[in-house]
Every structure is written in structure tokens, then in C-alpha cells.
């Protein structure tokens, strides 16, 4: 896997069952882990932590994971590349 962005296989298998995902920091292996096939695998109602440095997030499968209610929240302590100040996630009433 070195060098290319993680399998949705290996990074969604451990959280079909899990109420809550939080990321790490990135990596070259975990680049861009958190997207829609993660999300469409937690279990409807899961909340997503985002405390990780770096490209890992797909900002658009997060939004429309929470827009259709499949996440309940999300808590981000970080974005990549920093949020402007018209980004949605400011005023989205599921983002902490």
C-alpha cells in the first residue's frame, strides 16, 4: 500500500460496527481515507472526529453524509486546506 491512498476495504471494515470513527494524522497510506465508501459503511446515526493533520478528509462525502442524516454529527478539529469563512461546515447544524 505504500504510496497509494488507503483501500476502502481496509479502512472501513473495522467500523461497520462502530458508533463513532475518528481519524489520525495522515500519511501516504491514509490520504483521503475518509470518504464516501467509509461513511456509507459506519452505521446509520455514527459520529465522524476528524483530529487529523493533513489531505484525509473528503470534505463533499462528509457534507452529504450529514445532510442526509446517514452521520449524526461531526466534530473536526482540523480541515485540509483550511475551511474559508463561507464554507458550510461553519454554520452546519451537525458540525461541532
Known sequence: MSGQPASSTLVCEPFTESDIC????CN??????????????????ASFINVG???QLDQKALLDALDSGH????????AHPELPPEHPFWTHPRVR
Open 71 to 78: 452521520l449524526r454529527d461531526a466534530i473536526l478539529d482540523v
Open 28 to 45: 501516504s497510506s491514509s490520504a483521503y481515507g475518509a470518504r464516501a465508501t467509509l461513511f456509507a459503511k459506519l452505521p446509520q446515526g
Open 53 to 55: 493533520r493533513g489531505p
Open 22 to 25: 475518528s481519524t489520525t494524522p
